[in-house]
């Protein structure tokens, strides 16, 4: 057959094809069904088995909408289905109608697996509207079932639980080509409804999820399959995995997506979590100590491996019943600007460096916390609880984080007389006696730990020299190095300040030994003479520092003196402020002003402001000799105005050096 004589053909097909529409139409209208058709007047031809419909071979074609039980708002994928398809189709058309007072259709018509000819698709606000399927080769028959077309619609928000709305399928045409005749199928439809029900929604809570983090959808109903996503990774950041308590939540995890996962809904509110860390570059830890009952005990915090680091804060915790925190002192491998609340428990260390873009490679002591063990603390081991807050390394001028493990620190409370040897409850020569001949090897039993008088951990010719040293009067301490030993209680009254302080064994004020209570406002503490070949001191260096600051533009300062045992020599600033005029020489008591060289700024640094250098006068009896504090003004310039400042925030202390002594 040639092209002519083909196409010809073809021209004659539409032609019948045209003529037996209304016909076939009619037929189809007679035979369309819905749910009652299956159980009505199709009984004879077909039936039900476990609730399954049974179609006989010979049953005809039939196009079935689907039941669809969902929520007002929600959105509803519609497909058509062509079911009992055996002689075959080459095209087919029915109208598709629906209550557009309940529905709304939102797509366009996609075309299913029976057909391959792309559908012309009808206008979106068409109710009914036509689809028209057919074959790519005009001369193609299909003997597929499956999906014909799906339709997205919306089911209107002010839809009530219980309405149940039809969706109606109309059979407009149907043929099958043989021996290019068009010849008519037979094709019935079933409809199909939607019904809305109340349905049970819940909310997907994200936590520590980052930028773009989600969950679709949120709320949920039950059952629902719920997609989430963490959000963009941050730098330096290594994402971990989804965790939740939830009961019922199963993840299903993407991996080609990274930090996406997918659940089922149950029946109640979600809250998952994100889990992010970073590659561990550093290690912190606090070391393990002992001391006596009473005593000092300084816990080191160092960092023992870094790969770069510029800042880090460490959260510590310490028993108050056991411990009682002294003082922080930082190493010289960071700076701590700010210094913690006296009080707080847990407290924060923030470590920095004077280069806010400078990186440390280094390891070793980052600082010294000092702790008293109270009088009536239990025996036994205390733990000092360490756990990073953040760490951070600048890197070409971005923060990037920085992973870290910190490890616990301890103080062991012993209640162990150093020195007690033979465990008689004195320090004799007994125990030295006693311990010479253990060192020499001899069977004698002894208390080693109380034998370990310089606490290295063992009993050595070390601990036998100390013990030889404390027995002959030398001012040394038996057991740890940061106890104080035996210590004389000194207080007086200055300015209506009560200062308490204590003289250590050697006789030299230590400031670090000072009671809380004498830290308190603005005092004045001293030293005075107590050796045994010391006449009398030359020089004495009054350093005054200002310990807390919150912000200070000007400060004005009164010293006070006796100047029959005193002579003023010089005063020197120290950097932290300036001091533009000294006050005259023989002026007591004398005013210090100190301001900034720009008037209009102010500082919140702390540490020393000045030394004042006294000269003691010849023939000076050993006595104590005040030397009084006072803040005549302090303020901060905000807004180009003084602005008071509270002299008690200031935390200004003066503490009495022996510069140098004459022999």
Known sequence: MNKGTRRCLLVFVLAIVVVLSSFSLALAGEQSMDESYYGGFMHDYAGYTNGQLIVPSYFPVHVIAPHITTAAGSVIDITISLNGLHGGLSTLSFDFGYDATKLERVSEVALGSVFNRPIVQPPLGANPFRINFGMVDILGVTHTHGDLATVRFRVLDDVEPGVTTPIEISLVSAYRIENFMPIPVTVWSANGSVTIIETITHPITIVDGRVGAYANPNPAEVGETVRINAGATPAGHIFAGWTTDTPGVIFTNHPTAGNVASFQMPDEPVVVTANWYFPITANISASHERANRGRYVD??????????????????????????????????????????????????????????????????????????????????????????????????????????????????????????????????DADLLMLRMYLAGHPV??????????????????????????????????????????????????????????????????????????????????????????????????????????????????????????????????????MPVEPPVKAYPFTMNFSLSDPLAFTGDTGNLVTVRFKVLDNTALETTPITLGVNSAYRIENFSPVPVNVTELGIQAILQDSSFAQ
């Open 299 to 428: 816990v080191n915090v160092s960092l023992d491996e870094v790969e770069a680091l510029s800042s880090m804060s460490l959260s510590v915790r310490y028993d108050r019943d056991v411990l009682e925190r002294v003082s922080i002192t930082p190493a010289n491998l960071m700076l701590i600007p700010v210094q913690p609340s006296p009080g707080a428990n847990p407290f924060i260390m923030s470590f920095s460096l004077a280069n806010p873009i400078g990186v440390i490679t280094e390891t070793g002591n980052l600082a010294t916390i000092r702790f008293r063990i109270l009088n009536d603390a239990d025996l036994g081991v205390t733990p000092i609880e360490l756990s990073l807050v953040s760490a951070y390394r600048i890197e070409n001028f971005s923060v990037i984080p920085v992973g870290a493990t910190a490890t616990d620190g301890s103080v062991h409370v012993t209640n162990i007389m150093f020195g007690d040897v033979n465990g008689d409850g004195m320090i004799t």
């Open 445 to 578: 039993n002894i208390d080693r730990e109380a034998a370990d008088v310089n606490v290295d951990g063992q009993v050595t010719s070390a601990d036998e020299l100390l013990l030889a040293m404390y027995l002959a009067g030398h001012p040394v301490v038996l057991g740890p190095q940061s106890n104080p030993g035996p210590a004389q209680l000194q207080s007086a009254a200055f300015n209506g300040f009560e200062i308490t302080y204590l003289l250590d064994a050697h006789g030299v004020f230590d400031e670090n030994l000072l009671s809380q209570d004498a830290l308190a406002g603005f005092e004045a503490t001293y030293s005075e003479n107590y050796s045994d070949n010391r006449s009398s001191v030359e020089y004495v260096d009054v350093v005054i520092s200002l310990n807390e600051n919150e912000g200070i533009s000007t400060l004005s300062l009164n010293l006070n003196y006796d100047a029959s045992v005193l002579q003023r020599v010089s005063i020197a600033p120290t950097g932290i402020m300036l």
